[in-house]
C-alpha cells in the first residue's frame, strides 16, 4: 500500500458550495498530480506540481485550483460546485530520480455535486 | 507525454485461465508502465518495462515489449477473481506526466 491519503473518500454536496479535497503523502516525493475520472474512463489530468510552490494545469481543463505550501500536502479547492464537477478525483505522487515516474495513487474521492 | 491505447477494452474469463491484454502508442518511449485498478479505487502500479526490455516478470504477470511494432502486452497468468480490475499502461517518454488510456476491463469469474 502506497503512503498517500485522499479526504473525504465520499462527498455530497449541494450546487455553489466550496469544497476541498485534501491528498498527502508520507514518502516525501515532489511530484504530485491530480486526476479526474467519470465511472469506466480514462483518467485526466487536471493539475500537477513539481515542488513547493509550483502549480501547473494539466492536460484537461479544469475550474479548480491547487495549492502546494508543503511537500507533503496537495489540497484541491472547487470554489463553486457544480452538477458537472460530480466525477472520482484521484491524487498521486512520484520521485522519478529514484523510481523512473511510477506513480502512487491514493484511493480516490467521489463527487457528487447535486 | 503520450497516450496508450489498450485492447480488447473488456476480457472475461474463467478463473484459472490467462489472461492477455495489449498496449499500443505511436511515439518512442523510455519506459512503459502498467496499472491495475480496482472498483472505485485508485490505481495500483504492477509492473515498469525499459525500453531496453524485451521481456519482465513479476509473480503471475508477464510483460512484453516490442519496440519495433511500438507496443506492449500484459499476461496474467493462472487467474483468480481478484484479478479482476481494469488495466491500464502508461508509455512514457521524455516526460514524467503519465497519460491513461481506457484500459481494459478485466472479469475473472469464479
Known amino acids: 500500500e502506497a503512503d498517500i491519503y485522499q479526504t473525504p473518500r465520499y462527498l455530497v454536496i449541494g450546487t455553489g458550495k466550496k469544497i476541498t479535497l485534501e491528498c498527502s503523502q508520507t514518502m516525501g516525493h515532489d511530484k504530485m498530480y491530480w486526476y479526474q475520472q467519470d465511472p469506466g474512463m480514462e483518467l485526466h489530468l487536471i493539475h500537477y506540481?513539481?515542488?513547493?510552490?509550483?502549480?501547473e494545469k494539466g492536460d484537461l481543463s479544469s475550474e479548480s485550483t491547487v495549492s502546494r505550501i508543503r511537500t507533503e500536502h496537495f489540497p484541491l479547492t472547487l470554489e463553486s460546485a457544480r452538477p458537472s464537477h460530480t466525477s472520482q478525483y484521484l491524487c498521486a505522487s512520484s520521485d522519478p530520480q529514484r523510481e523512473y515516474g511510477t506513480q502512487y495513487f491514493g484511493p480516490g474521492t467521489r463527487l457528487l455535486v447535486l | 507525454s503520450q497516450q496508450g491505447e489498450e485492447d480488447p477494452q473488456a476480457l472475461s474469463i474463467q478463473e484459472g485461465e490467462n489472461a492477455t491484454m495489449n498496449c499500443s502508442y505511436k511515439?518512442?518511449?523510455?519506459?512503459l508502465q502498467w496499472y491495475r485498478q480496482n472498483s472505485g479505487r485508485g490505481l495500483v502500479h504492477l509492473i515498469l518495462i525499459r525500453s531496453n526490455e524485451r521481456e519482465k516478470h513479476s509473480g503471475r504477470l508477464r510483460v512484453t515489449l516490442d519496440t519495433s511494432k511500438k507496443s506492449s502486452s500484459l499476461l496474467i497468468t493462472a487467474s483468480r477473481a481478484a484479478d479482476t480490475a481494469s488495466y491500464f499502461c502508461a508509455p512514457q517518454g521524455g516526460s514524467e506526466k503519465l497519460v491513461f488510456g481506457k484500459g481494459t476491463k478485466l472479469t475473472v469469474n469464479p
Open positions: 511515439t518512442s518511449i523510455n519506459n
Open positions: 506540481s513539481y515542488g513547493v510552490n509550483s502549480t
